[in-house]
Structures are given as C-alpha cells and as structure tokens.
C-alpha cells in the first residue's frame, strides 16, 4: 500500500497483489452493513480474492473462505449499456465485476434472471454455481421504462386534442 500526503489530507492508493483484473471469481462472500464496509475494505487483512463484501445478505451457503479466487478465463464483451461475460468455474463462487454498482442495473445467469449483488461498496457481484456460464448485465432502469410510457399517453392525448380541434374547426366552416 501507498500512502501520498496532499495539501488536503492523507490520500491512500491500494494495489491488489497478483490484480485479478477487471472481474474475478472469489469463493466467499460476506454481509456487512454499509458504514462499516469502506473500514473492512481498508484493513490490511482483507483480501478481495479470497472475500467479497456484501451489502445485502444473501442466502447463499458459503463456501469456506479459506480457498483463493479461481483462475478460471474469464471473457468480457462491452456493449452500449451492457455488459456479457463468460465464465467457467470448478467450484460455486461469487463472479466480482469492478464496474458501478448503480440502481437499475439487472443480471442474467445463462439467460435466467439473477440477483445483482453491490459488492465491495461500489463493484456488482452475481453468485454462480460450478460449471459454464454466460452472466449479462444490463443497464435497465425503471424511470426509463416509466418516462417511455409516459410520453406515449402525452402523444395520443395531444393528438386526439388536435383531431377534436380539428372537428370543431371544420364544423364552423374555416378552411
């Protein structure tokens, strides 16, 4: 760990050992409630490829923490609010994407819907058994679908105050 003094205050730069990149595969996950997280990310025992952190219990049976991440290839592809990701593991574990965690993203196991978990404070996590698997998450927030439908009803309700004012128009005789 690096530590840099600024004008500001201490700032301090983590590096994982051995960084598994941009998502990895650890075997063991833990509830811990929001205020408590960033401490347990900081403390120098953590290990985040051994141990995700979650805000949410799970009900998952967990694995012993004792095992590491599995090495496991992991293939990612980027798309325009999406993300797909294939992986296969020899033994169930939680699937770390260090990408946002933010509302309205939703996750997909092998085409089936799955919890999204936030993770380490800002990362999202899915739990995936032992075998192959393709995860998708996608970026589907409700206010989009909410604003779709309420623009359709403002359009067909101006548009039949423009066929009324129309009729009324042509009833009186204007061109």
Do not use: C
């Not at 650890?26 to 811990?32: A, E, M, N």
């Not at 992986?87 to 997909?108: F, K, N, S």
């Not at 589907?140 to 779709?148: D, I, T």
């Amino acid at each position: 760990m690096a530590v840099r003094q600024t004008a500001a205050g201490q700032v301090r730069a983590f590096r994982l050992p051995d960084t598994p990149g941009r998502a990895w595969v650890v075997p063991h996950g833990r509830f811990v409630p929001r205020d408590e997280m960033l401490m347990l990310l900081a403390a120098p025992d953590f290990d985040p490829t051994a141990e995700v952190l979650l805000e949410q219990p799970t009900g998952i049976p967990q694995v012993t923490p004792a095992s590491r991440a599995q090495r496991s290839p992991i293939r990612l592809r980027d798309g325009h609010n999406r993300v797909t990701i294939h992986v296969t593991l020899e033994t169930p574990g939680y699937l770390v994407l260090a990408d946002t965690w933010y509302p309205g993203w939703q996750a997909t196991v092998d085409g089936e819907p799955a919890p999204l978990m936030r993770a380490n404070y800002a990362f999202r996590a899915v739990w995936l058994e032992a075998g192959e698997h393709t995860v998708e998450m996608a970026y589907r927030p409700r206010s989009v679908l909410v604003g779709g439908m309420l623009s359709v009803v403002v359009l067909v309700v101006m548009v039949g105050v423009r066929v009324q004012v129309d009729k009324g128009t042509s009833r009186q005789g204007y061109k």
